[in-house]
């Protein structure tokens, strides 16, 4: 019996749940587990995070061809539709399902990890990567990281919301040398992918579009400003609510500086740091304790 984590992830729709998923797989330690991701690249790059085994899948459908029935699984995914949902929990001898929906429902037979739900079998809580706690000197004013993807050069689109920032950037993941070189006007200093950890860590103020990024920033103690892209689903948008993140729907030059404005004397409420918890509650659900 073999223990995997699937997460969606790609060049279309950042890596969010990646990042998500190698704080949950690092945190477990030595725990025999595999990733699998819908993307080949990043699969390539997991040992980067810390992440022993990965194999890339292309799509959800093909689980099966790597996993046998009765395995258990960790599943980080919004690509079920209700059928294939009740197939995967009864496929696996262990489901443990990682939403952000606020309306998800808990099906008879899996385990879920929500920010928002509590009840029998369920972990409520958020994975952050006890190290964003750790304290750290800040200084980067302020700092940019729109996200890993960018397909659609949306970004690029909108520069004129961000010429007024006058902030240090974070080159995303899934980025091209092209696309890079057309932010230069705007963000002059640019950071690479891999300086990720130490600019989030480092910015006083945040400035983003990755809820992870989000998150990680404000249990560092920064000062996290949320975008809400049209192209990202609005599932984080009460849980940042709750710890009064401010958020900026759409790409809203005149609401982003307005958020700025006011970022330095707003009162944010602290990060949840609940990793062990989380840890806890998946050792003793995979039978691992």
């Not at 509590?118 to 958020?126: A, F, H, P, R, S």
């Amino acid at each position: 019996m073999r223990l995997f984590y699937y997460v969606h992830t790609g060049h279309r729709i950042g890596l969010d749940r990646f990042r998500r998923a190698a704080t949950i797989i690092r945190a477990l330690g030595d725990v025999d587990i595999t990733l699998l991701t819908s993307d080949f690249r990043i699969a390539q790059e997991a040992k980067d995070f810390g992440v022993k085994k990965s194999v890339g899948i292309d799509v959800v459908r093909n689980i099966p061809q790597i996993a046998h029935h009765g395995d258990k699984i960790i599943f980080d995914s919004d690509e079920l539709n209700p059928v294939m949902h009740q197939d995967m929990v009864n496929y696996f001898s262990t489901f443990i399902r990682v939403s952000d929906d606020p309306n998800a429902v808990q099906l008879e037979g899996e385990l879920l990890i929500s920010p928002y739900l509590e009840g029998e079998g369920i972990c409520n809580g958020v994975a952050v990567d006890d190290k964003y706690f750790e304290p750290t000197p800040k200084t980067i004013e302020r700092s940019f990281f729109f996200g890993d993807d960018d397909y659609e050069e949306d970004l690029f689109a909108n520069m004129d919301m961000f010429k007024e920032l006058e902030a240090e950037m974070i080159i995303g993941f899934y980025f091209f040398i092209s696309y890079e070189d057309k932010l230069v006007s705007v963000f002059p200093k640019q950071h690479e992918f891999e300086e990720y950890d130490e600019v989030v860590q480092a910015s006083k103020v945040f400035v983003t579009s990755s809820p992870q990024a989000a998150l990680e920033n404000l249990a560092s103690g920064g000062r996290p400003v949320y975008i809400q892209r049209p192209d990202y689903v609005r599932d984080f948008l009460p849980l940042f609510e709750s710890l009064n993140i401010p958020i900026v729907d759409g790409f809203d030059k005149t609401k982003l500086l307005l958020a700025l404005d006011g970022v330095l004397s707003h009162e944010y409420h602290p990060a949840p740091q609940n990793i062990q918890k989380i840890t806890e509650f998946l050792k003793e659900g995979l039978s691992l304790s």
